[in-house]
């Protein structure tokens, strides 16, 4: 994923209304992994024809592929490093075809005060659309 840099936030140091993204493309490479490590090879992540089959355009990325990448924005890049997810929910709104660009937003909406955790808004897009929309519940790092 293509990202500026950004330090590590604490819960201290986290806003709401704070907000990170990234953006990478997905590629047929990191689908097969993906499929490979997951154990789910369901053809229609895997073979475009299966897919079409199915009436999707083209092969399809796992949409909890899209949630990993989600993941991965909160616990390496924004709060960053530490971070822990409590929960993360989403709804999967569009096919995100594989080899495309995706961009995935957080944005800090309540911080939690008696838990110490902070509840973010998560989001993937695909050209300018919503593919993916949610939240996470997460422990911030530590100072």
């Given at each position: 994923?293509?990202?500026?840099?950004?330090?590590?936030?604490?819960?201290?140091?986290?806003?709401?209304?704070?907000?990170?993204?990234?953006?990478?493309?997905?590629?047929?490479?990191?689908?097969?992994?993906?499929?490979?490590?997951?154990?789910d090879d369901n053809p229609i992540h895997l073979d475009p024809e299966a897919a079409r089959a199915q009436g999707f355009p083209d092969a399809i990325v796992h949409g909890v592929f899209l949630t990993a990448l989600v993941s991965k924005v909160l616990?390496?890049?924004?709060?960053?490093?530490?971070?822990?997810?409590?929960?993360?929910?989403?709804?999967?709104?569009?096919p995100v075809p594989v080899d495309s660009e995706v961009t995935v937003e957080v944005q800090v909406a309540e911080k939690l005060e008696r838990f110490g955790h902070v509840r973010m808004k998560v989001y993937v897009y695909r050209a300018g659309k919503m593919a993916m929309g949610g939240e996470a519940v997460l422990i911030p790092p530590k100072d």
């Open positions: 994923m293509s990202e500026i840099a950004v330090p590590r936030h604490t819960y201290a140091s986290l806003n709401v209304g704070d907000h990170f993204s990234a953006t990478r493309t997905v590629t047929a490479e990191d689908v097969r992994r993906f499929a490979e490590v997951s154990g616990g390496r890049d924004f709060p960053g490093a530490g971070a822990v997810a409590v929960s993360i929910t989403c709804k999967f709104l569009r």
